[in-house]
C-alpha cells in the first residue's frame, strides 16, 4: 500500500472514525465475495482506493468482511509490494484483535484509513480474484453455523491475530504470506457466510502454512 494520504476534512469526527453516511448497515454487508469484490472496486476516487473508501464501503460493523479485506489483497499479487504486508498484517491484527475483545464496531487509526493503492493495482488484483471467487462463493454455505458463532468466533479472531503477527516475518517469503493470508481470508469468509465448515478447513489450512513456515526457517 503506498503512503498516500487523504486531507483530514473528508474523515468523520473521530480519529479513525468511519463516515456513518457511507458505511452500510449489517443487512446490507457482503453475503460472498463477489459481493466484497464489487464494493472494493466501486470505493475510493478514480485514482486511488484507500482502506477509509473500502472499509465505509463494507461496513463498521462487519468484522468478517473486514477482515477479508486485507486478507484477500494480500493473497494476490499485491502482497508482492514491499511493506504491503507488515501494513495488511497490521490491520488485520487491529480488526481480529477488537472481535476479539467484543467491540461492536472496527476502529483503525488515521494513519491507516489514509493508507492508499491505485485503482488499477486494486482492479488487477479483483481481476486476479474474480475466477476463484466464483468457485468458492458455489462451495460456501451457511452451515455448522454455530462454528462461527460465541466462543468459537472469538477463537477464529485469536487465529487470525497470531497469524497476522507471523505475515511480517514471512514478507522475504511470499508464498508462504500468500498462504498465511489464504488462511485468515478462508477464516473471515466462514464469518461472513457463517459457515463452519469452512472454519473447519481454514484451521487445516491455517497449521499448512504455519508448518511450513516452521519448516522454512529451520
Same mark, same amino acid.
Given at each position: ?23 452500510? $448497515? ?10 466484497? #469484490? ?21 461496513? *463498521? ?50 494513519? #491507516? ?6 485503482? /488499477? ?57 500468500? #498462504? ?14 457463517? $459457515?463452519?465448515?469452512? *472454519? ?8 499448512? /502454512? ?9
Amino acid at each position: 500500500m503506498t503512503p498516500t494520504k487523504r486531507s483530514p476534512e473528508v474523515h468523520g469526527s473521530g480519529a479513525g472514525c468511519f463516515r456513518r453516511d457511507t458505511a452500510h $448497515d449489517d443487512d446490507e454487508t457482503p453475503r460472498n465475495l463477489k459481493q466484497l #469484490l464489487e464494493r472494493m472496486t466501486s470505493a475510493g476516487t478514480p485514482e486511488t482506493i484507500c482502506v477509509e473508501d473500502i472499509l465505509n464501503a463494507v461496513g *463498521a460493523r462487519a468484522f468478517g468482511a473486514c477482515l477479508l479485506v486485507p486478507s484477500l489483497i494480500l493473497v494476490s499479487p499485491v502482497s508482492g509490494i514491499p511493506g504491503a504486508p507488515t501494513v495488511g498484517a497490521i490491520i488485520i491484527a487491529l480488526i481480529a484483535g477488537q472481535m476479539l475483545f467484543g467491540r461492536r464496531t472496527v476502529w483503525l487509526p488515521q494513519y #491507516l484509513m489514509r493508507r492508499c493503492l491505485q485503482r /488499477g493495482q486494486v482492479e488487477k488484483s479483483v481481476a486476479f480474484l474474480g475466477p476463484g471467487a466464483r468457485l468458492v462463493d458455489k462451495a460456501i454455505n451457511p452451515r455448522l453455523d454455530v462454528l462461527t458463532r460465541g466462543i468459537f468466533r472469538r477463537l477464529i479472531a485469536a487465529a487470525c491475530v497470531l497469524l497476522a503477527l507471523c505475515m511480517p516475518l514471512l514478507e522475504p517469503l511470499p508464498f508462504l504470506n500468500s #498462504l498465511t493470508a489464504a488462511s485468515v481470508a478462508a477464516f473471515a469468509l466462514s464469518l461472513v457466510a457463517h $459457515d463452519g465448515l469452512l *472454519a473447519i478447513a481454514a484451521l487445516g489450512l491455517m497449521a499448512l /502454512g504455519l508448518g511450513l513456515a516452521i519448516t522454512g526457517f529451520l
